[in-house]
């Protein structure tokens, strides 16, 4: 491996222009700068800084400082998606050389056709490479997971999938959006006006299951997908048929984008079935325990992840 090479590209935003129209508004919500600190490993005096700054014709730059690394270190980044970066990484990026700068490891770098900065779910990690081997030295999450979220990832041959069961999220229109609302805008498909969930088999919505689904090349958000989504308790066996929504952070705008709706859960395990076209993701023993649906639980955590299931019909 040469020197600068990195593990995974930056490439996480889109990467080419949405092809539906009505999207077009929704395209100028994506973040265009951030900063993140990165935070030192176990053991590790490192720490800096990573600057992300979308440029007004196109494409990405990235600039990494860094203190507390010898002036001739061999570093890598990375960005790999799932908490703490546990989870699948993108291929293909590569730093500049590093000056030393005031003390500091220094390298900036272009990165063409992003037009969003990601967030959610996703994590910066930098690694030092000694006798052949890497070691992380630091790590940010650009935008980490919401507290007591269940979840679990799994790649096809095309995708990552990113299931999440997190708590409640307002769902608002595009409409209650352009006058302040805040919470996760409902896209429109066709002729059909989007709905949250309020009750499920009879029982108060309590938490929120979304699903992410990103290109595994690119790391490109995949919009305009129909998945169809089965929630299954382990214990009971009761089946419920998730209503897939289209939505976004009124935030963050696309890099958020997802499918799910609300449903109601009880303390316990669930498996949940996902058909994306031809695809079946099946997500087994994701765990839900009390605290998560009273809102008292710790940051969320990785329960799980793997290779695609099979392929077959719902």
């Known amino acids: 491996m040469k020197p600068w090479v990195s593990r995974v590209a930056f490439l996480l935003a889109l990467t080419a222009p949405l092809a539906l129209p009505s999207f077009a508004a929704e395209q100028a919500l994506g973040l265009k700068q951030k900063m993140v600190t990165l935070m030192p490993s176990a053991h590790m005096k490192v720490s800096g800084q990573a ?86 030295i630091a790590m940010a999450d650009l935008g980490p997971i919401a507290k007591g979220t269940a979840e679990q990832q799994k790649e096809t041959a095309t995708s990552i999938v990113s299931l999440q069961i ?52 690119t790391g490109a958000v995949e919009l305009g997908l129909m998945p169809k989504i089965e929630l299954i308790s382990e214990k009971t066996g009761v089946k419920t048929i998730v209503q897939s929504v289209p939505m976004y952070s009124s935030k963050t705008g696309i890099p958020d984008y997802h499918y799910g709706n609300a449903v109601a859960v009880k303390p316990g395990r669930y498996t949940v079935n996902v058909q994306i076209g031809k695809e079946k993701i099946v997500f087994r023993g994701v765990l839900i325990t009390k605290a998560m649906i009273s809102g008292k639980a710790s940051p969320g955590g990785m329960t799980g992840m793997g290779n695609m299931s099979g392929m077959s019909g719902m």
């Open 51 to 136: 600057q992300m700054t979308i440029l007004p014709h196109g494409g990405m730059r990235v600039r990494v400082a860094l203190t507390g690394v010898g002036q001739g270190a061999r570093v890598l980044d990375a960005l790999s998606f799932g908490t703490y970066g546990a989870g699948p990484s993108i291929p293909g990026f590569r730093l500049a050389k590093p000056v030393w700068e005031n003390g500091q490891w220094v390298s900036e770098t272009t990165v063409p056709k992003v037009a969003f900065i990601p967030e959610t779910g996703w994590c910066f990690k930098v690694f030092e490479e000694v006798g052949g081997r890497e070691k992380m």
């Open 166 to 217: 997190g708590p409640l999220s307002s769902m608002i229109t595009a409409a209650q959006a352009k006058h302040g609302l805040t919470g996760d805008v409902m896209v429109q498909t066709g002729n059909m006006m989007p709905a949250m969930a309020m009750t499920d088999h009879g029982q108060k919505v309590n938490m929120h299951l979304e699903l992410h689904v990103f290109s595994r090349q």
